[in-house]
């Protein structure tokens, strides 16, 4: 006879998440970053209530660790809540500031939420570069993080970035680009290789460099049309 269905596991999985439950309520910035994994894994509707309470805290750290378990756990009812702290993380400044602002930027490309753009982009075409190189940075890594999901809003988002003024911003959105595709190398559009092919002609050199990578990245996982490109290249004239 086969043994009954043990209850040892729903119980202990009950336990874990009253314990997080008790840290979050807590609030000891150690214990907090030592949760997330649990919380990740986890994914328990209760821990959503908790979550939004500490990442609308002026904390920074506390704020800091409720954006990394909201893109831990995954669910896209995070993404208000994270655009308004992005808001907020903008304007703290002081010790922790950048981290919060970081861990909410990285939350939101985990989650993976295509609707992200419509945030993302207008900051990425209304900001200076120069002034808020790292934070455009890494929004292009969030779109980067959604695009790898098969979010086609962030790919077109990342090919608009292409042929923004900034070079470093081209650059990296090549690279995001490229990542993008691993998994599914000759799934990439048309026009996104016939972009990222005019850009190996790119007038800064790191640009056309990064192009030639992407390209070279992309070729490496099996896309028949990047290793084209270099077949192409190797070619005697005739």
Wanted: hydrophobic share 45%; with cysteine.
């Amino acid at each position: 006879m086969k043994n009954a269905p043990s209850a040892e596991v729903p119980r202990y999985s009950e336990e874990l998440i009253r314990d997080c439950l008790n840290i979050m309520e807590s609030g000891d910035i150690e214990d907090l970053f030592e949760i997330i994994p649990r919380v990740g894994v986890l994914r328990d509707p209760r821990f959503h209530e908790p979550l939004i309470r500490l990442l609308s805290q002026k904390d920074a750290k506390r704020g800091e660790f409720a954006a990394y378990a909201m893109g831990a756990m995954g669910n896209r009812e995070f993404l208000d809540p994270l655009k308004k702290a992005f808001l907020q993380a903008q304007k703290i400044k002081g010790f922790g500031a950048q981290d919060f602002l970081i861990a909410v930027i990285e939350a939101i490309g985990s989650i993976g939420d295509d609707a992200a753009v419509d945030f993302f982009l207008p900051i990425l075409q209304g900001s200076d570069p120069a002034a808020n190189a790292r934070m455009l940075k890494w929004i292009v890594e969030s779109l980067g993080a959604i695009a790898q999901q098969g979010g086609p809003r962030s790919i077109g988002a990342l090919l608009e970035m292409t042929g923004h003024h900034d070079p470093d911003l081209r650059a990296q959105a090549l690279s995001e680009l490229s990542v993008a595709y691993w998994h599914r190398p000759n799934e990439i559009e048309d026009s996104t290789l016939k972009r990222i092919y005019e850009l190996t002609a790119d007038r800064v050199a790191f640009v056309a460099e990064s192009a030639v990578a992407a390209l070279q990245s992309l070729a490496d996982v099996g896309c028949r049309r990047a290793e084209d490109f270099f077949q192409n290249q190797d070619a005697p004239d005739s």
